[in-house]
């Protein structure tokens, strides 16, 4: 067996919100594991189990019915422990309103989005950010809460922009993308010249965007989450075991 394999923490993967976001942050998980340590052939790959959870609401169920959206996903939790995981992520911004609860039920740590882009952010000694992301997120104050902590601002689109930025997001539950390009790109723009200094792509179905959004300045959070996930299933702790002996 490849040693890699053995090292490497078994993860957990909480999607279906939506399910085409899961089908690339797969696909991110599997991209940063051959930039991190150059993982090429099948053994070099960890353990990834993806649930696909039906959700009460889809993206707008964290507006209405919470107390059903949260006993659903803390049940989807607990499968993926039954499942012997060793840690567990959530690509989805909007659910992450319920992280604190998630992580209180769950056994195994959980990886927290919004403060790993928080924490990215503010490194990068960036104030101000344009914020994309779902009506759900924006009203719950998901990023915004854990942004000020730190001392950065957040700006989001208005009215119409919005409006326009949820149906880019439900588009791409049915894989269109092309036609909502230029649409994006204005929203992006206008947010810059509100004085954003980065656009905070909050929303993981927007994630299938960032390669037409190349000519700005661009915080993917799923792409974050994949990297600090691969990060951390790596086990420090038996290398450093390893290490130790005489």
Not at 71 to 88: A, M, Q, S
Not at 95 to 121: D, Q, R, T, Y
Not at 136 to 144: G, P, S
Not at 207 to 236: G, N
Request: hydrophobic share 40%; aromatic share 8%; glycine share 6%.
């Amino acid at each position: 067996m490849h040693v890699l394999y053995v090292i490497m923490k078994f993860i957990g993967v909480l999607g279906g919100m939506g399910p085409t976001s899961s089908v690339l942050f797969y696909r991110m998980l599997i991209e940063e594991c051959q930039k991190i340590y150059g993982a090429k052939k099948d053994e070099d790959y960890p353990k990834i189990l993806i649930y696909n959870l039906p959700t009460p609401g889809g993206i707008s169920g964290t507006l209405h019915s919470r107390d059903s959206l949260l006993k659903v996903l803390t049940e989807g939790v607990k499968f993926l422990e039954r499942c012997g995981v060793d840690i567990i992520c959530i690509p989805c911004a909007s659910v992450h309103c319920f992280i604190e609860e998630l992580i209180g039920e769950s056994e195994v740590p959980m990886m927290n989005m919004i403060e790993i882009a928080a924490k990215n952010i503010f490194f990068n000694n960036i104030e101000r950010v344009g914020l994309l992301a779902t009506k759900a997120c924006i009203f719950n104050k998901v990023f915004q809460k854990e942004f000020e902590k730190r001392g950065i601002e957040t700006l989001v689109p208005d009215g119409d922009e919005l409006d326009a930025l949820e149906k880019i997001i439900w588009d791409v539950y049915e894989f269109k993308f092309e036609k909502n390009v230029k649409r994006l790109k204005n929203i992006v723009e206008n947010l810059l010249e509100k004085g954003a200094e980065c656009i905070v792509i909050g929303c993981t179905e927007l994630s299938y965007f960032q390669d037409k959004l190349k000519e700005f300045p661009i915080v993917d959070c799923m792409r974050l989450l994949a990297q600090e996930t691969i990060r951390f299933s790596l086990s420090r702790e038996l290398s450093n075991l390893q290490s130790a002996r005489p």
